[in-house]
């Protein structure tokens, strides 16, 4: 499915008042999951109150022991400290890489913007080599952005 076309469906998602903000996280996650075929593991982390650190939350995919990532640690821990995108081609080489799956080639990660504060980010891993376009980029800032209007 083309990204533009899965735009709608976000913002339908995000506006299910009769569902929790985790389900409609959750939601996200699979829609992403389902319809990208590069889309292999599809989670969101957050800070962590005022602790320097990720915390995991809703995701599709594998399950991971990062359930915590500390500030400055991995892709997460980087962007959670730089505010900007991370577009990794090939995880292997990434020094400060957190090797979640041997299956994961690549991976992209999109910082959660509320009010100029970096509260989160959007994390994507793929099993396929150097997949993420920079219509990927876009597209999941706009997922990020629909997502702070949740937050919010």
């Not at 400055?72 to 505010?83: D, E, L, R, T, W």
Request: aromatic share 10%; glycine share 6%; charged share 25%.
């Amino acid at each position: 499915m083309n990204l533009q076309d899965l735009k709608p469906k976000i913002k339908s998602i995000v506006t299910q008042d009769d569902c929790t903000i985790d389900q409609r996280l959750l939601k996200i996650c699979e829609t992403l999951e389902a319809n990208i075929s590069y889309y292999n593991w599809v989670g969101f982390y957050f800070k962590n109150g005022d602790k320097d650190e990720l915390k995991l939350g809703p995701y599709v995919g594998a399950p991971t022991d990062h359930t915590i990532i500390p500030f400055g640690k991995g892709i997460c821990g980087q962007v959670a400290i730089s505010n900007q995108n991370f577009v990794v081609p090939d995880v292997t080489a990434q020094d400060n890489y957190i090797a979640c799956s041997i299956t994961v080639k690549a991976e992209i990660v999109i910082p959660i913007f509320i009010n100029g504060e970096n509260i989160g980010q959007i994390d994507i891993d793929s099993n396929t080599p150097d997949p993420f376009t920079e219509a990927d980029e876009r597209f999941l800032e706009f997922v990020c952005k629909e997502v702070a209007s949740l937050l919010k």
